[in-house]
């Protein structure tokens, strides 16, 4: 029964989200002619009407002036312009008639309330925040995204402020991608923001799609525009990623030096070109590790003597 009662009167039943729709508009141009020839014709009529006063004639061309007055500042104040770029939501006594969206000059209900939406693409830089990472490391980041108004009723009557909407929320999913993984994954293989810049970046722009759909507005794109430690932290962390290069060079060092020993003890065993025992084997691996492993150049020592 309610519901019948809600269609009949034309009403939106409350709770219902007010979405986009196409506003009924009629040519601006045709309109703007017809209100300038009511007024000239109406200022005709007022002359008319005060030169052959006074009588009963005069009077009537005076009521028709008026009323052509009050029409034609109707017809012209219902005239509305539209630039590309730019939508129109129209407005009568509080409730949502439709969008204009199409550029150009248009003639609406002249009582409506027409409401200026920028549907053009905008840009929006995070401030630069300081936030914990997932390891509990203090670190810096911003990011930047592109974003369009698509839903202007959504836009304006589900948001008090689309744009500081926008801009509120951008802030926090920034801020929850930071605090979700670590900094650097140190090896383990883990996503991480340094590392995995292309996914998170992905999973930033989801995440802020979601939260600023209710606004009507969807996002372009989003880059993350600054990543770092905190100052307070960098130089501790820097000297910890220097030493895990260190670290990860002296591995691949020992591997490839452990290879060249292997192989020169296969190839001397198999040419037969000395005979080897245990102590001696182990002589000749060691001076072959220091020469390969050792980051200064190598001095020669002659042995003159027996190795006993």
Same mark, same amino acid.
Request: hydrophobic share 45%.
């Given at each position: 029964?309610?519901?019948?009662?809600?269609?009949?009167?034309?009403?939106?039943?409350?709770?219902?989200?007010?979405?986009?729709?196409?506003?009924?508009?009629?040519?601006?141009?045709?309109?703007?002619?017809?209100?300038?020839?009511?007024?000239?014709?109406?200022?005709?009529?007022?002359?008319?009407?005060?030169?052959?006063?006074?009588?009963?004639?005069?009077?009537?061309?005076?009521?028709?002036?008026?009323?052509?007055?009050?029409?034609?500042?109707?017809?012209?104040?219902?005239?509305?312009?539209?630039?590309?770029?730019?939508?129109?939501?129209?407005?009568?006594?509080? #409730?949502?008639?439709?969008?204009?969206?199409?550029?150009?000059?248009?003639?609406?209900?002249?009582?409506?309330?027409?409401?200026?939406?920028?549907?053009?693409?905008?840009?929006?830089?995070?401030?630069?925040?300081?936030?914990?990472?997932?390891?509990?490391?203090?670190?810096?980041?911003?990011?930047?995204?592109?974003?369009?108004?698509?839903?202007?009723?959504?836009?304006?009557?589900?948001?008090?402020?689309?744009?500081?909407?926008?801009?509120?929320?951008?802030?926090?999913?920034?801020?929850?991608?930071?605090?979700?993984?670590?900094?650097?994954?140190?090896?383990?293989?883990?996503?991480?923001?340094?590392?995995?810049?292309?996914?998170?970046?992905? #999973?930033?722009?989801?995440?802020?799609?979601?939260?600023?759909?209710?606004?009507?507005?969807?996002?372009?794109?989003?880059?993350?525009?600054?990543?770092?430690?905190?100052?307070?932290?960098?130089?501790?962390?820097?000297?910890?990623?220097?030493?895990?290069?260190?670290?990860?060079?002296?591995?691949?060092?020992?591997?490839?030096?452990?290879?060249?020993?292997?192989?020169?003890?296969? #190839?001397?065993?198999?040419?037969?070109?000395?005979?080897?025992?245990?102590?001696?084997?182990?002589?000749?691996?060691?001076?072959?590790?220091?020469?390969?492993?050792?980051?200064?150049?190598?001095?020669?020592?002659?042995?003159?003597?027996?190795?006993?």
């Amino acid at each position: 029964m309610v519901a019948k009662q809600t269609a009949a009167t034309g009403q939106e039943p409350p709770g219902r989200q007010v979405t986009e729709r196409e506003a009924w508009s009629a040519p601006g141009v045709l309109v703007l002619v017809l209100g300038i020839a009511i007024l000239i014709a109406a200022v005709a009529a007022l002359g008319l009407g005060i030169a052959t006063s006074p009588g009963v004639g005069p009077a009537t061309l005076i009521g028709v002036a008026v009323v052509l007055f009050i029409a034609g500042d109707l017809a012209l104040h219902g005239l509305t312009s539209v630039v590309a770029g730019e939508a129109r939501a129209v407005q009568l006594f509080g #409730r949502y008639r439709g969008t204009v969206r199409a550029p150009g000059l248009h003639w609406v209900n002249p009582f409506a309330r027409r409401r200026r939406v920028s549907t053009r693409i905008r840009n929006h830089e995070t401030a630069q925040a300081k936030v914990n990472d997932a390891d509990g490391n203090p670190i810096e980041i911003a990011a930047v995204l592109v974003w369009q108004v698509k839903d202007t009723a959504m836009a304006i009557y589900a948001v008090d402020d689309f744009a500081q909407f926008v801009a509120t929320q951008a802030e926090t999913a920034v801020r929850h991608i930071a605090s979700s993984y670590p900094y650097d994954s140190r090896g383990s293989g883990a996503l991480s923001l340094r590392d995995n810049a292309e996914e998170i970046t992905g #999973r930033l722009s989801t995440e802020i799609a979601a939260r600023v759909a209710p606004a009507g507005v969807t996002i372009i794109e989003s880059r993350l525009t600054r990543l770092s430690y905190a100052a307070e932290i960098a130089q501790a962390m820097l000297r910890q990623q220097q030493a895990s290069a260190v670290v990860g060079a002296r591995q691949t060092i020992v591997q490839g030096a452990v290879g060249m020993v292997q192989l020169a003890l296969q #190839r001397l065993q198999e040419e037969g070109v000395v005979e080897l025992d245990e102590e001696r084997k182990a002589a000749m691996v060691s001076n072959l590790l220091v020469v390969l492993c050792s980051e200064q150049a190598t001095q020669q020592v002659v042995n003159t003597g027996s190795l006993y």
